[in-house]
């Protein structure tokens, strides 16, 4: 199961960074929102199986109250996803 929560906080963070990196420069400097259209549904429901993920292992991973909110934190921080994999999901 553990396993399942670590491919899917991979998948959340190269999803946010594809939103980040690609998608939203190109919405502005080329006025073409189509990519964040494309991008923002899967890194929402991503970021969302994440965040429901990490509550559901707090019990199982005896996880504190502080590293539950750092694991929630790194979802919203780039290559955060990546740091929490390292860190805590390990």
Not at 20 to 39: R, T
Not at 52 to 67: D, I, K, S, Y
């Amino acid at each position: 199961m553990m396993n399942a929560f670590r491919i899917l906080a991979f998948l959340e963070g190269v999803s946010y960074l594809l939103l980040l990196g690609v998608a939203v420069p190109i919405k502005y400097l080329m006025s073409d929102p189509s990519y964040v259209k494309m991008l923002g549904m899967p890194h929402g429901i991503l970021f969302v199986a994440y965040v429901v993920m990490a509550l559901m292992f707090t019990r199982h991973q005896e996880w504190t109250t502080r590293q539950l909110g750092m694991v929630l934190l790194c979802s919203i921080l780039p290559f955060g996803t990546f740091y929490a994999d390292k860190k805590y999901l390990r």
